[in-house]
């Protein structure tokens, strides 16, 4: 599959790697230092530090493997594909991730070959089982793997991967790293996966909230994006929001697809919510993961999640079915959600970046938000990302080179950054699909805060889950629910912590 690297894809690197200047010699042109010409501007370029280049290697030929989760089947929307392009077809995203992959053959003289085994249901572990069966009998077959975040989390805990600190030549401080990520999973200064620009899926399960502006409009209602930038955009002012768009156009008491909704929302929209908040169920401390979901914040951010669910003539969960008229219940409940919203009958759409590109042929404008604070003292937006949908980047214990895969991952990683996300983010999304200048904006918002929970991504004691049970069936006994849960989450975290104690 060796590939010889293409003038286009030498032209991106080119690109990258030197200052901007435009025009003929002599010509004015913007720097960073001001006003000058050209010809200043390029022998400036002379003087200036080198390019980044990755350290590469010689696999001599041989053929690198690469595990990658999917779902269903390899057509599965939140298949990991950051690996799997092998020629290109003139699409944007897909044609960087080739060429970036042509590159990395070519660099490391290797034969890239990506196997995907399938992901299964939220919480399900699927893949853990899957690759935790291949390192306890000892198959060498996988240099590199991309499972869902959450069995990453049960591989590491098991002793199943490197920790990449171990390894020089991964650069977790570097931007094409998430740093706000690595914090948040890191356990003792230990990272045993990484995320960032080398994940796609990273990018696309990044929860946003969609604004409809002929809606808003229509309402009289002033752009929420001057509240964002003040830092005043909170669950309240959401809320304030979604009200004033609210029409029971039915009267039968509650929103329903006949309705114009306030907010389109599914079931598991709480635990975005939860996480936009910036409190934690777990946290670190002194290298062991301790429960704090059971704290006042916590349950306070709960019961105001709630309330959210509980305005059900504000809010509609595209989840239930018995919502919906027979226009809209033969769809998908991410489809319904998408549906209403491009008709204008929902204000806000609350889910993934998944969400923008279904937005393309959308007649009416919409805009692009981040998630709401707790309140006005939160000292900055988070961005959930969705630990089942998004891959993370890891080595199994059972590569036969990991100092080679680290260099590989590295330099994935770079080229990921040079040439997928300029393709996915700068191009595709901020160009193609983001329909104003303020929503770019709010795009780099977005992605520069995304993490998780370890407490989310180990499902201590299944309290993300009951959560969303109890919002979605009305009832409101976190409290209880919670110290119900108290010896099972004593329980899991002290094995938990055991067991990354023995893998020292």
Known sequence: MKRTLTLCMAAVLLTASLVACGGDEGSTVETAQGTGTAADTAAATETAEPAYTPETTDMDGREFYILSKMEVDESGRW????????????????????????????????????????????????????ISKLVQSGDTTYDFIMPPIQDCAKLAA?????????????????????????????????SYYANG?????FMRAAYAILFNKNVLTNYDMESPYQIVTDGKWTIDALMTMARAASEDINGNGYMDSEDKVGMAMLYNSGEAFYAATGVKLVTVEDGELTWTGG???????????????DEKDVTLNCDVASLMDST??????VERGANLFSSDRALFLFGTMNNVPTMRDMEGDFGILPLPKYDENQERYYSYVHTWSASAAAIPITAQKPEETALFMEAAAYYAREIITPAYYETALKTKYARDEESQAMLDLIYENRWCDLGNLYNCGEVLTNMTTLVTSGKNTFTSMIASKEKQIASELEAINTAFLENE
């Open 79 to 130: 298949t990991a594909e950051d690996f799997k392009i092998e020629e290109a077809d003139g699409d944007t995203v897909n044609d960087a991730i080739y060429e970036r992959n042509q590159l990395l053959e070519e660099e490391f003289n290797c034969d890239i070959v990506n196997h995907f085994e399938a992901m299964g249901g939220l919480f399900s572990y699927t893949l853990y089982g899957t």
């Open 158 to 190: 098991d002793g199943m991967l490197w920790d990449l600190t171990m390894f020089d030549t991964v650069n977790l401080d570097q931007p094409w790293w998430n740093q706000v990520f690595d914090e948040a999973i890191s356990i003792g200064g230990k």
């Open 197 to 201: 620009d080398i994940s796609l899926t």
């Open 295 to 309: 704290s006042e914040k916590s349950i306070s951010v709960m019961n105001k999640i709630y309330d959210i669910y």
């Open 328 to 333: 809209y219940v033969q769809y998908t409940n």
